[in-house]
């Protein structure tokens, strides 16, 4: 017996130096399910929430005073933080629950002064952490959209350095878990924006955070009415801005590749044909169609389609879904795309996905879909 337990036990030592020497058959942590949570939606409440489909639901959103940089969090907004992390903890099966911190919306000039000094990033840090563990969430998520230069992009990697410094601390003097800490970040490491060239500070990021979310989505939309577009190319034939090159371009930075998570919109965005009998993605556009801005959660893409027998199109080019009805002209994600964009997440080895947002699904069709494609616990 003992012989056999030996030989056992060196059959391990010899399978762990071959899996970690190649590098390839190794157990990756478990999948994120990830998803936000509009806190402003008055017809979702966290009760809502299936959460068999998810790993982590992230509470969207909070934002610092702009003058102390501490939270300051009134009475509605208490009551909301602690219904969102109970509900989610108390549900079969429970969820990890997050604090995104910021939003699209947000002033990006108010992170980039709180990033500026290391006092005020102690003051953000130190509030973020104590209102995480007040109202009893796993994790924090910073969504700064987006530091604008070289510099904005350095201090955001003293932020994060920092922040996981405290974390760590506080866990050790709490005897907590340590809480989690991710960020929403473009969907590729570097990029050109109005004629300025950033990148994202790879090296902190993988070392403090616990995985980014790449938000993979808004590649097309209001800002350009004369094409349509497909707002969440996995690829585009002509350009760089696709999810493919996005999530390639992190790898390529040094980003690990089980720190990246895949973001996917639960929303369409619109156009107004310029000739209807001209209808393909790239065809010309004078204007937005149905929607507020032009966007239609897939919800209401789903209705749109059925009371305008609209014609549904899946892109093989672009992995992507569209359709049309008159002049209205809508691409988006559905159950197949999503599925397609999953199992090109998996093969790269990625860690997982998020979506913005889950109340935009209809009746959890595409949340359920891509949980059934990407099994938590996977082998590669
Ligand atoms: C802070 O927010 C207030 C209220 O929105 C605004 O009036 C003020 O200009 C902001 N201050 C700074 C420094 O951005
Ligand atoms: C895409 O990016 C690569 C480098 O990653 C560059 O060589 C190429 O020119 C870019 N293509 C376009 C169309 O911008």
Redesign the pocket.
């Known amino acids: 017996m003992a012989g056999l337990k030996f030989m056992y036990f060196l059959s391990i030592i010899v399978l762990l130096t071959i899996t970690t020497g190649s590098g390839c058959i190794m157990a990756s942590p478990p999948a994120v399910k990830g998803a936000y949570w509009p806190s402003w939606s008055e017809t979702f409440p966290p009760s809502a929430i299936d959460t068999s489909l998810f790993s982590h639901v992230y509470y969207a959103f909070l934002m610092p005073n702009n003058v102390t940089f501490k939270f300051e969090i009134p009475d509605s907004t208490a009551v909301l933080l602690l219904d969102f992390s109970t509900t989610l903890h108390r549900k079969k099966p429970p969820v990890k629950t997050l604090i995104s911190i910021g939003d699209g919306g947000a002033n990006p000039r108010q992170f980039a002064r709180m990033a500026s000094e290391a006092k005020s990033r102690k003051v953000f840090i130190n509030s973020a952490i104590e209102v995480a563990r007040k109202f009893g969430f796993d994790g924090l998520d910073l969504d700064w959209e987006s530091p604008k230069d070289p510099k904005e992009m350095e201090d955001l990697g003293y932020l994060f350095k920092e922040w996981r410094d405290a974390i760590q601390k506080e866990a050790k003097t709490t005897k907590k878990p340590p809480l989690l800490l991710t960020a929403a970040v473009y969907f590729s490491v570097e990029f050109l924006w109005f004629e300025k060239y950033r990148k994202y500070p790879v090296a902190p990021m993988k070392e403090n955070l616990d995985w980014i979310n790449a938000m993979c989505y808004d590649y097309h939309g209001y800002w350009d009415t004369t094409v349509t577009g497909a707002h969440a190319a996995l690829y585009d034939p002509?350009?760089?801005i696709s999810t493919s090159?996005g999530l390639k371009?992190w790898i390529r930075a040094g980003m690990p590749r089980h720190m990246v998570v895949m973001g996917l919109p639960l929303y369409g965005r619109t156009w107004k044909l310029k000739d209807p009998n001209l209808n393909g993605i790239g065809a010309p556009a004078v204007g937005l169609g149905p929607g507020d801005e032009g966007v239609l959660t897939f919800a209401e893409v789903v209705k749109f389609n059925e009371d305008n027998g609209a014609t549904v199109l899946y892109d093989v080019e672009t992995v992507s879904t569209y359709s049309y009805a008159g002049s209205s002209w809508i691409g988006y994600d559905d159950t197949l795309s999503t599925t397609t964009k999953i199992r090109f997440a998996q093969a790269l080895g990625l860690r997982g996905y998020f979506f913005w947002t889950l109340s935009y699904d209809d009746e959890w069709k595409i949340s359920m879909q891509a949980s059934r494609a990407w099994p938590i616990d996977e082998l590669y």
């Open positions: 002509k350009s760089n090159y371009s």
